[in-house]
């Protein structure tokens, strides 16, 4: 059975599905994984823009820092699942490592740059949370729209 989109053709927020994406874990699929991210926010933006404007930026580098993460500690494949929730976004990233994520110091300047990606993570989002599974663990981030 077709549903009819209301509002001059653009979806409800009940109409905006779930997005799900698969990623064999390159260093290609960290933009593969913020395009697909922009993709679901544009689709939801048109239904229910965000709250202010720099609510879909802090989404897009929080997805784009987790898939950094799992790039560089948790090699192999992983998938990013994006949801509309009662008041914001829900993230979650899942990978093969059951390694849970920890802050490390940051060394800034040349050559020992990075540091502050779970910091800003947990910075950016109302709640963060880990859930290690048999085969890895889901990083589960919750952000404000």
Request: charged share 20%.
């Amino acid at each position: 059975m077709a549903t009819e989109s209301r509002g001059g053709g653009n979806p409800s927020s009940e109409e905006i599905e779930d997005r799900e994406a698969r990623f064999d874990g390159g260093f290609g699929d960290v933009t593969r994984a913020r395009l697909c991210a922009e993709e679901f926010l544009t689709t939801l933006a048109r239904s229910s823009p965000p709250a202010a404007p720099e609510h879909r930026d802090d989404i897009l580098l929080v997805v784009s820092e987790l898939a950094a993460n799992v790039i560089q500690y948790a090699p192999g494949p992983f998938g990013l699942t994006m949801r509309r929730v009662f008041d914001g976004v829900h993230v979650t990233l899942g990978d093969t490592s059951t390694t849970p994520p920890a802050p490390r110091p940051s060394h800034p300047g040349p050559g020992g740059g990075g540091g502050i990606g779970w910091y800003l993570i947990h910075t950016l989002c109302d709640q963060v949370s880990v859930v290690v599974r048999e085969d890895g663990k889901d990083v589960h981030a919750f952000l404000p729209w």
